[in-house]
């Protein structure tokens, strides 16, 4: 009987050996390219998320050899031997093959991997020291609330935290289920209305971690950041130091107290509390350290001037859908309140 | 002569459907019925794949505003819902429809109007769904609708109620295609096919219904509890009357994860049939592959929480699930081993089918693996509702029912229109497809990595995801492009492709026995069997029968003995011995009748309340016009 | 293989139980609405072991008065139903009918009596998640029971035309599985929603 793959198989065959070598380079690059970046997994910083990737690369070596070796095993199956070469191949050699390969080697290796992941989530299930940072965080439809019962101090959509401290997180969301992530210090865990969810997070080096809602939680789930601050101890009790302070008060005649006058006068205190003053909604942001916090918009724009403006004017051509109105105010007006909020820092 | 001439004269006149609009609206035939289920899930297939091109564009770039971000919440929301419930499902249960009669050597289904009543189910199903969403009111909360997010006070409208409507008319479709085959399955096989001798294709099948049967209520039951808390102010999953937004999850993975192995199960039985086509042999430990589709099944209703892991459960108590749904790789490796050890040795010919099964075992396999990974609770922690996810995902559907259905498609065309697909046009399309796929759901897996969750509009430029997120987009036109080419290489060779002799892969089954494609009675001459593979002489070698007319498997017999009857054999379950002469029901409207009834219901409901109990009182009498004894049955 | 006849010469279309197409469907929803039954009581058990007042204040637990006379007229009917299959069983159409009547007499006097109840409790379904799962659960089964006693309508019609007799009564065997199954469903939902919570 003729053979017509046989043509095929010592060209495929070729093909194979060549692709190879590069084509285990190209996948380890690729794979290492995805290691830093702000918001990213493979780039920890913290003891959970280094739990969470050291399984990682035990699975991803493992699943790699896997892959490639049974890749290997189909196309030896189609391509090389011959009919009458593997007759010698009997029925029973062929069940056993199915034993070996289909039950007792992942029965090994998904051993393997479980006792692995086990031991990292003990690891995660350490963190549970008395630890007399607390923070507690309650998501709402799209931004963050952040509170330090300890020390009294209310933010939002940014956190600080001293490193090398195991820092207590308690989670809850006033409306839909959020999700609370910052990947490189530890994975997330959801903010369900009604239930308080608590982890613990730390640092172990200085720096700015970009977190993410990771619940679908509407219309501007994408637009859903926040960041946490790692900074020495020092530096962490000035932070709360300053938090706990009330906002400034504006100097007489200044174009910042007339700002004040319009923002006390204007809507803006039915949802925003500053601390210190009349406004004391809590249906939005505190802003009394509007100035301090390193984004607006819950993480999605630098706090600038100009990004201040946009938001304050229309935050629906920002971030459509997110509960804060457009200010109907023009000129000067629109100048003082935002000189008065440029202050607040 | 004259006596089969007459023969076939009369089971033609019998069988055949009516001419015409009515023929056409009373249709019970499956493979009437499976074809209409084809091209319908076609068209839902192309529908969604299209949205996700879209979404693809969105997402391109950051922050771009190609569209809002309410209508990218409807698109990604409808795609999910659409291509498990209006695709993956409905096609992989045609496949079924359409092959298990042949291949147990039946004429038909057990009910067939029931069939084509979950064909009219379907249909309008498919097109609230797709309707609503061109109206601006397509389903907007994820394919998984979490509460509180799903409930009226947070998405206001009609898109979860047209998503809750659909689920229901989806279920009772589902449900009746499962009954209808685990019915089929057990009651009108071949004398002398006995369990233990069917094809695997047609144990998938089985067990998938088996699981259809399990795991639909729950999501049934779910839909029905969100629409209520919608409608009229129940409170189970709002914590502030005592209800619990956890226990919609729960409910709803309760299907939801069998749901996916519902998905994969047949795909595997098609998988199983081309590779023992294509190898010439019979699939190597056919018993450990049968029983591991079995174990698949039950394992799958055992891992749920694993969907669950970030909302606060226990810790300690998810580790259950981690090790149910690692040790669920198990089984799917036997069957991967079983193919390998089948194919072992016997250089096949790489064609249209054979290279989508090997599309389907790279893409699976890297899938299964991810999905080992994802099992792992601490992994799972930080990807979870990331990219990585929605890349092992994509992974393990597109290559447990996608690729499956491609490589079915190439195999069992010409079965079903008597013409070969083009070969040439086939391996175009498989290159385009399997290329696209990967360039687009592989670097998924890295930018899940970068932190990019999912199911989000649009992203920050400077973290480092706007490269993968551009080579997915490229991967997506390419795949679709794929889709695309085997769409015309169906429809060119409709017209005007090789004829094909009815065994063109010298396989094994029954169904090959068929004329290509089966008259609507399926046999002249009714099949009996003695081993799996009754046109091989030697299953080890897979030598055909040289007799065309298959003298040894067919013989004259006593049916019809009620001329102007659908009659097929109705055998016992365990060993397949004769037992009685099953009476198949013949052209009906009512299954129409009872569709609509349900739709005025279920559609009705979303406008007013005071539709349901009108829709029900339809459906009675539908009901009860289908069931009464016609003129013949007294 | 000689064979003396034709495959299939002389197998009988009238077939009953496991052999019927009928049995099967009915078997598979049976199957299909235990699923729902199972979710329906886990989930009572959820919301229960979620909530630390059960039933919350304000909501009386049921009465079971009322509730006590209905489960027998529903039992009952079930009783009645099965002597009535027997008769068919054995060929007698007349006793049949008299007996299936007997048990959808007793189904709507299930009937009325939940129906005086749903009209009388002080609750509706959106008090609470407890009120919700409740009237839910006990709905859900009352439309079955409306179900099964609307289908013994047609049937009993049929019967008076003559069209059941012993070989034809595989619908019969259908009818009163389904009867029977929706009848021993009740007693898990009873102890669920009647008993566990004025014991618990």
Not at chain 2, 79 to 100: C, D, K, R
Request: charged share 15%; hydrophobic share 50%; aromatic share 12%.
């Amino acid at each position: 009987m003729a053979r017509p793959g046989q043509q095929q198989t010592r060209k495929s065959q070729t093909f194979l050996n060549r692709i190879r070598g590069p084509g285990t380079i190209a996948l380890v690059s690729l794979v290492l390219t995805a290691c830093s970046g702000q918001q990213s997994i493979l780039d920890p910083a913290g003891k959970g998320a280094r739990d969470s990737a050291s399984i990682w690369w035990l699975m991803f070596w493992l699943g790699t050899i896997v892959f490639l070796f049974v890749l290997a095993l189909i196309l030896m199956a189609i391509f090389r031997g011959s009919r009458e070469r593997e007759a010698a191949l009997t029925q029973q050699a062929r069940q056993r093959m199915v034993i070996l390969g289909g039950v007792i080697v992942p029965v090994v290796i998904i051993a393997v991997v479980f006792a692995g992941s086990t031991r990292s989530l003990l690891g995660m299930g350490r963190l549970r020291d008395n630890s007399d940072v607390v923070i507690d965080v309650v998501a709402h439809q799209y931004w963050w609330e952040v509170h330090y019962p300890h020390d009294e101090v209310t933010t939002a959509n940014e956190i600080h935290i001293p490193v090398d401290r195991d820092v207590q997180v308690r989670l809850t969301a006033t409306d839909v289920i959020h999700s609370f992530w910052v990947p490189q210090l530890h994975g997330k865990i959801d903010m369900l209305p009604g239930k308080s969810n608590t982890i613990t997070i730390r640092a172990d080096e200085p720096g700015t971690y970009r977190g993410q809602c990771a619940q679908f939680c509407g219309v501007q789930h994408a637009n859903m950041a926040f960041l946490v601050i790692a900074s020495d101890e020092p530096d962490y009790r000035d932070w709360i130091a300053h938090q706990q302070q009330p906002a400034a008060e504006p100097s007489e005649g200044t174009l910042v107290e007339r700002g004040r006058d319009i923002y006390m006068s204007s809507a803006c205190v039915y949802c925003h509390t500053i601390d210190g003053t009349p406004s004391q909604g809590t249906l939005g942001p505190d802003l009394t350290h509007l100035g301090s916090r390193e984004t607006l918009g819950a993480g999605i724009l630098p706090n600038n001037t100009g990004n201040l403006a946009g938001w304050v004017i229309d935050p629906q051509e920002i971030k459509p859908g997110n509960a804060m109105p457009a200010v109907d105010m023009t000129g000067e007006d629109l100048q003082a309140l935002l000189e008065y909020l440029n202050s607040l820092d | 002569m004259a006596a089969i001439t007459t023969r076939a004269e009369t089971l033609l006149a019998t069988w055949e459907a009516e001419a015409g609009i009515v023929g056409w609206l009373t249709q019970v035939n499956h493979k009437a019925i499976a074809t209409r289920y084809f091209i319908t899930s076609i068209f839902f297939f192309f529908l969604a794949g299209v949205s996700a091109l879209i979404m693809r564009v969105q997402l391109a770039q950051p922050e771009l505003s190609i569209i809002s971000p309410e209508v990218y919440n409807q698109l990604f929301s409808t795609h999910g819902t659409a291509m498990m419930f209006l695709f993956a499902i409905p096609m992989l249960e045609a496949v079924g429809m359409y092959l298990i009669p042949l291949m147990i050597g039946a004429r038909d289904m057990i009910f067939p109007r029931l069939n084509a009543f979950g064909y009219w189910v379907y249909l309008i199903a498919g097109l609230t769904v797709w309707t609503s969403l061109f109206l601006g009111n397509g389903p907007n909360a994820a394919w998984f609708n979490y509460v509180p997010l799903a409930n009226s006070e947070f998405t206001p409208g009609l898109g979860v109620d047209v998503w809750t409507t659909a689920i229901t008319f989806m279920e009772i479709a589902a449900l009746v295609a499962a009954v209808e085959m685990i019915a089929t399955i057990f009651k009108l096989r071949a004398p002398g096919m006995s369990l233990n001798r069917m094809p695997i294709l047609v144990w998938s099948m089985l067990v998938m219904s088996f699981m259809i049967i399990f795991a639909m209520p729950a999501v049934m039951l779910a839909s029905v509890m969100l629409f209520l808390d919608r409608s009229v102010g129940t409170g189970f999953f709002d914590p502030a009357m005592g209800g619990d937004p956890l226990l919609w999850q729960h409910l709803f993975w309760i299907f939801g994860h069998p749901e996916v192995y519902i998905i994969l199960i047949p795909g595997l039985g098609i998988v199983s049939a081309i590779v023992s086509a294509f190898a010439r042999r019979g699939n190597t430990a056919y018993s450990l592959l049968s029983a591991s589709f079995v174990a698949i099944g039950f394992l799958s209703f055992g891992l749920w929480v694993h969907h669950m892991y970030t909302a606060g459960l226990p810790w300690m108590s998810l580790s259950f699930f981690e090790a149910a749904s690692m040790s669920i790789a198990i089984p799917s490796g036997i069957a991967i081993f079983s193919w390998i050890a089948t194919l072992w040795g016997t250089r096949p010919q790489v064609k249209t089918p054979l290279l989508y099964v090997l599309g389907f075992f790279f893409v699976f396999i890297l899938g299964g693996i991810t999905g080992v990974m994802v099992a792992s609770i601490p992994f799972n922690h930080q990807v979870h509702d990331t990219y990585f996810v929605v890349a092992h995902f994509h992974y393990v559907l597109i290559g447990s029912a996608v690729f499956p259905l491609f490589a079915g498609l190439h195999f069992w065309f010409p079965k079903v229109s008597g013409k070969l697909l083009g070969e040439g046009m086939g391996k175009v399309a498989f290159w385009l497809t399997f290329i696209g796929f990967n360039l687009t759901f592989f670097p998924m897996h890295i930018s899940g990595f970068l932190g990019m969750p999912r199911q989000v509009y649009t992203y920050r430029a400077g973290l480092g995801w706007e490269n993968w997120n551009l080579l997915s987009t490229i991967g997506a036109f390419v795949m679709g492009a794929g889709a695309l080419v085997t769409l015309i290489n169906i429809l060119a060779s409709i017209r005007r492709g090789e004829d094909s002799v009815p065994n063109p892969w010298g396989a094994g089954t029954l169904e090959w026995a068929a004329p290509s494609p089966p008259p609507p009675y399926n046999w002249d001459e009714l099949p009996r069997v003695s081993g799996r593979y009754p046109l091989w002489v030697d299953d080890e070698h897979g030598r055909l029968d040289p007799d065309e007319d298959h003298q040894h498997i067919l013989e004259e017999d006593a049916f019809p003995q009620h001329p102007h009857r659908r009659e097929t054999p109705g055998t016992r379950l365990l060993d397949s011995r004769l037992e009685r002469s099953a009476i198949l029901a013949g052209a009906s409207i009512f299954p129409l009748l009872a569709a609509l009834s349900i739709a005025v219901a279920a559609i009705g409901s979303m406008l007013t309340l005071w539709l349901v109990p009108v829709g029900v009182g339809l459906a009675y009498f539908s009901i009860v016009g289908w069931l009464w004894p016609r003129e013949e049955e007294w | 293989m000689a064979t003396a006849t034709r495959a299939g010469e002389g197998m009988p279309v009238f077939v009953s139980g496991q052999k019927s197409s009928m049995w099967w469907g009915i078997f598979l929803l049976m199957l299909i609405e235990s699923a729902v039954f199972v979710g329906l009581i886990s989930s009572y058990f959820y919301l229960f072991a979620n909530a630390s007042v059960w039933p919350p204040d304000e909501t009386s637990t049921p009465s079971l008065g009322i509730p006590i006379i209905y489960t027998v007229a529903l039992a009952a009917s079930g009783v009645f139903a099965l002597i009535g299959n027997r008769a068919i069983t054995n060929g007698d159409v007349a006793t049949m009918r008299w007996w299936r009547l007997a048990g959808i007499a007793s189904l709507v006097v299930f009937l009325l009596l939940k129906a005086y109840e749903y009209a009388t409790l002080d609750y509706l379904w959106d008090e609470s998640a407890y009120t919700s799962i409740l009237w839910v659960i006990a709905g859900f089964h009352s439309a079955h029971v409306l179900t099964v006693m609307l289908k013994e309508i047609p049937i009993q019609i049929l019967a008076w035309k003559g069209f059941f007799t012993q070989e034809r009564r595989s619908a019969i065997e259908g009818a009163t599985m389904y009867w029977i199954f929706v009848v021993s469903w009740w007693f898990p939902l009873f102890a669920t929603v009647y008993f566990f919570p004025n014991y618990v």
